[in-house]
């Protein structure tokens, strides 16, 4: 007999094959595929014969569904976005349809069916698949590079006068703003309080905890007009899963050279925000992997990324040490993965006891102790500023 999630499922795909029978994307079968808390993603075969490839398909309806409309917007306006060098290519998947009702929205987005994720990448389960991602790849540091340079490069296309109207647009997407901060900083004392003994959280500790928690809830009042160093158009969930890598070969045709093509996905967090909630969270995304899966290439990815974003000010390091800091104290409550299993709570702890030090020394602007930790590269590269 099936369990209740199984028949769930089964009543999912049903009707997403029924609402998709009615346009030119109908599919012989779906395969779910591993995804976020929020959606339902699936990898469909095309009925028609003279059709070739496959599709993801994202049925979303578990949070507030306009994200929904500003990540097709963001899809729609990043075909104008080119990132290409001689060793990389990176690009968006296009959007072939959107389809709307009362409950859930269906998404079929360009499906990247022979790329993997940075975290597959970084930790494979064998010495078998790690031979084979050397083999593919380039080396955890060029990954690094060449994923901070991207995201540079978004950055600055984000701040330029061509994408005034788009920054108004997305600036508009307040539901996800306010879910990231309720993530990153409305939980942070909250989680920290249930194991103050152990973490070790000082009085001196809790005044630095509140008042980032204080400049964030100010910050999130903040006009998306109102711009400032630092702030602008964000992906706003640039972690590891999110950033795909191509399989297939990596020396063009014609060429000599080893050329990476990365896809960058998921954007219905898009959303006015500080630069650095885009550089913490991959940061933090990938000291959860040194820590729980003791992923040494996670932290020369960690090296790469900053040199790759062209370095930071001292400024912006430490406001980036603050939010890899929440980003690990948020995760307590998706319990972080050790081996494809739930970590022990012990090392849960230990994640939380460092993750506290990043936001207290990042607020009282200590380099020398960020300089002496896992963080040490933000501060060996200056950004000019």
Not at 27 to 36: R, T
Not at 145 to 164: C, M, N, V, Y
Not at 196 to 207: H, R, T
Request: proline fraction near 3%.
């Amino acid at each position: 007999m099936a369990s209740l999630v199984e028949a769930k499922q089964e009543t999912l795909s049903s009707n997403l094959r029924e609402k998709l029978s009615q346009t030119r994307y109908a599919c012989s079968s779906l395969k779910q595929l591993s995804g976020g808390s929020t959606n339902y993603v699936y990898r469909g075969t095309l009925s028609r014969r003279h059709s070739t490839g496959f599709l993801s398909v994202s049925r979303d309806f578990a949070i507030d569904m306009t994200r929904c409309e500003y990540e097709e917007t963001m899809l729609n306006a990043l075909t104008d976005f080119s990132f290409r060098t001689p060793t990389t290519i990176a690009r968006t998947p296009r959007l072939y349809i959107s389809i709307r009702d009362a409950e859930t929205t269906i998404q079929v987005h360009e499906d990247f069916s022979d790329a993997t994720d940075l975290r597959a990448v970084l930790l494979p389960s064998t010495a078998r698949d790690h031979d084979q991602m050397s083999s593919l790849f380039s080396s955890p540091l060029d990954l690094g590079r060449k994923i901070g340079s991207w995201l540079r490069g978004f950055h600055t296309w984000a701040d330029a006068p061509a994408q005034e109207s788009l920054r108004r647009e997305i600036g508009r997407n307040q539901p996800m703003r306010k879910l990231k901060h309720r993530v990153n900083y409305g939980n942070l004392i909250r989680i920290l309080e249930k194991f103050l003994d152990v973490v070790g959280c000082s009085s001196e500790d809790m005044e630095a905890l509140q008042n980032v928690r204080d400049v964030a809830d100010k910050e999130l009042a903040r006009p998306p007009t109102v711009m400032g160093e630092y702030w602008g158009m964000i992906h706003g969930d640039f972690c590891m899963l999110n950033v795909l890598i191509s399989t297939g070969p990596m020396v063009e045709r014609g060429e000599t050279r080893q050329v990476d093509k990365l896809s960058i996905i998921d954007w219905e967090l898009a959303q006015f925000g500080h630069r650095a909630y885009d550089l913490g969270h991959m940061i933090g995304d990938l000291c959860e992997q040194k820590h729980f899966n003791d992923a040494d290439s996670a932290m020369s990815c960690v090296r790469g990324f900053v040199e790759g974003y062209g370095g930071l000010t001292d400024e912006l390091a430490f406001r980036t040490a603050i939010h890899a800091g929440t980003q690990l104290i948020g995760g307590y409550y998706r319990r972080p993965q050790r081996g494809g299993v739930k970590a022990p709570e012990d090392m849960v702890v230990d994640m939380l006891r460092f993750a506290k030090e990043f936001v207290v020394k990042g607020w009282e602007r200590d380099r020398a102790w960020f300089e002496g930790s896992i963080l040490a590269p933000l501060f060996a590269t200056r950004m000019a500023g």
